[in-house]
């Protein structure tokens, strides 16, 4: 079982949708939690941290909920250039350093 | 500010060559990384190194080498490489928890 699990979609939505996106991880002593967001053809760049109160920014809200081990991302009224790959990311702390693993990433089209 | 500054973009390899992907980052960061990135496997950790002059084997560490000769870079060398290597490479740095990337390295070995 993969330590960070996404569907891979990929979602295609019209501009204006609200989409959701889900993650499961499988290790309990997981600390941390992101989203990154990678465009095409190019390198991940972190779009928010996740907190178990839950936060947004802007348009996007994240959600986490520890004792289910799954973590989600809402973007709501969705914009073209919304369209990318989105990562789930966990952080644990292990053996003196921070240990980012990755989801394999939800694929996001808009469309107009 | 340049960040996270990876060469060479772009390589093609024959199985059996051996190369040395290079990364620089000027953020002063004591963490650094290597990732592959592979077609529905997402990023891979290969090697990470917590300071200067340490090195730890990450997920997939065979078939590669790294070198943490200062606080700056952090080079993978691959010495004799292998079809199975084809991907795309990243390197991160880190101080805390946010990762900042290089734009990666499109590697394809025939």
């Known amino acids: 079982r993969k330590e960070v699990e996404q569907d891979p979609g990929p979602f295609n939505v019209p501009e204006g949708a609200t989409v959701a996106f889900n993650c499961t991880y499988s290790?309990?002593?997981?600390?941390?939690f992101f989203w990154y967001r990678q465009d095409c053809r190019k390198e991940p760049k972190l779009l928010m941290s996740?907190?178990?109160s839950g936060n947004e920014d802007g348009r996007f809200t994240a959600q986490l909920n520890r004792a289910s081990q799954y973590i989600s991302l809402l973007i709501r009224d969705s914009k073209l250039s919304d369209s990318a790959t989105y990562l789930c990311v966990v952080n644990m702390f292990s053996g003196g350093y921070n240990k980012l693993i990755f989801g394999a990433g939800t694929r996001l089209a808009v469309h107009p | 500010n340049a960040g996270v500054t990876q060469t060479p973009k772009f390589q093609v390899l024959k199985t059996g060559q051996s190369m040395t992907l290079q990364c620089a980052q000027d953020?002063?960061?004591?963490?650094m990384y290597w990732y592959r990135q592979d077609p529905g496997m997402g990023l891979r950790l290969i090697y990470y190194s917590a300071s200067e002059g340490t090195t730890d084997k990450g997920e997939v560490p065979n078939g590669y080498n790294v070198s943490r000769l200062n606080k700056r870079e952090f080079s993978l060398r691959l010495e004799s490489a292998a079809p199975s290597q084809t991907s795309v490479y990243f390197c991160?740095?880190?101080?805390?928890?946010?990762?900042?990337f290089g734009q990666g390295t499109r590697l394809t070995v025939v």
């Open positions: 991160a740095s880190s101080e805390g928890l946010n990762a900042f």
């Open positions: 953020m002063n960061h004591n963490s």
């Open positions: 290790n309990s002593a997981s600390q941390s």
């Open positions: 996740v907190y178990s």
